[in-house]
């Protein structure tokens, strides 16, 4: 199997782990890394037994992908950059720090027929990735997404930070334009905001109540979907998943029975309706190396990659506008 060469621009916390996912896939032969901090380069090269390159350009020439994880100020000029000189690529979320940005960016990888993927790794979240098949028309989702506070990624505020991954997963979810938006935020520890909360209302009718922190005592992920004669709870750090469903009593076959619980009875109509629940059992994978092995199965087949530069640059707009929101409810609120 011929392996695909590789490199990763930025070996900081994520990406030395890029590195180490590159280092041990049979799909792919980790060329070197780069990064600006020689030392912190050469260190990670040694780790998994690569080449550090002080001249990107050295690294550039001698491979096919590469994934760019780097302070977000910096997408837009190496991503350039790296497409220009005919080479697919990962880059990490956000995209770009602006629309405009990410709308050359996607034109550039289509002019040059490259992959471009973005990193939003929760689609590659087991528990996510579990409810991926199922008949899903959500009416109401509720995200809360808290993690403690980490100086890394904090010249962004929450809502490009972490509340761009479940914006990510609802605009794959519900199959709509966002019709309003209302959103608030506050700035606690650093410049900009550190808890935001957002109410999306789609043309569907759907409405997304989302909450994203970085100064919690505790870490949470969690997202629940309501629809009708369903209510669906994911556990993100978990990876689990539990589903209520109200079916029609008698409705379940004798085989499925012993894979579900009967947790109580709604008397309707002559028949009557029983809450049904299940937990599926989901298998554990490392979700960087299936983000990974995804990106490199696109670059060898030359397939449409599962996290778009489409997908990165829908979920960095309505983040942006969410930040707007947030923006203008903060103004209003200092003059009250």
Request: aromatic share 6%; hydrophobic share 40%.
């Amino acid at each position: 199997m011929e392996k695909v060469k590789t490199g990763v621009i930025g070996v900081g916390h994520l990406g030395r782990h890029h590195a180490r996912v590159y280092s041990q896939v049979p799909e792919a032969q980790l060329v070197g890394v780069h990064d600006t901090d020689p030392e912190k380069g050469q260190k990670v090269a040694e780790e998994f037994d690569t080449k550090y390159f002080e001249n990107l350009s050295d690294l550039l020439e001698r491979i096919d992908a590469v994934s760019l994880v780097v302070p977000t100020t910096f997408h837009y000029a190496l991503a350039i950059d790296i497409l220009d000189r005919g080479k697919n690529l990962l880059i990490e979320k956000p995209i770009t720090e602006t629309v405009k940005q990410a709308e050359e960016v996607l034109s550039l990888a289509k002019a040059k027929n490259l992959i471009l993927q973005v990193g939003h790794i929760e689609r590659f979240n087991p528990a996510f990735k579990m409810i991926e098949d199922l008949a899903l028309e959500p009416k109401f989702i509720e995200s809360h997404r808290l993690a403690q506070f980490d100086p890394r990624g904090t010249e962004v505020a929450v809502i490009l930070d972490l509340m761009i991954h479940d914006l990510d997963l609802i605009l794959t979810l519900v199959k709509s334009e966002v019709k309003s938006i209302e959103a608030a935020g506050v700035s606690v520890i650093s410049d900009s905001e550190d808890i935001a909360n957002a109410r999306l209302t789609f043309q569907s009718g759907c409405v997304a109540n989302i909450t994203s922190s970085r100064i919690s005592a505790r870490p949470l992920r969690k997202m629940r979907l309501f629809q009708k004669n369903s209510y669906i709870s994911l556990d993100f750090l978990q990876r689990s998943v539990e589903i209520y469903k109200l079916m029609d009593v008698g409705s379940i076959p004798k085989e499925e029975k012993d894979k579900k619980t009967l947790v109580g009875n709604i008397p309707t109509g002559e028949v009557g309706k029983t809450i049904v629940y299940e937990k599926p059992e989901i298998k554990s994978e490392d979700m960087l190396t299936s983000e990974i092995k995804s990106f490199l199965d696109a670059v060898k087949n030359r397939t449409h990659p599962k996290v778009s530069g489409e997908d990165g640059k829908r979920a960095l707009k309505l983040a942006l506008e969410i930040v707007n929101k947030a923006k203008e409810h903060r103004e209003w609120s200092t003059k009250i």
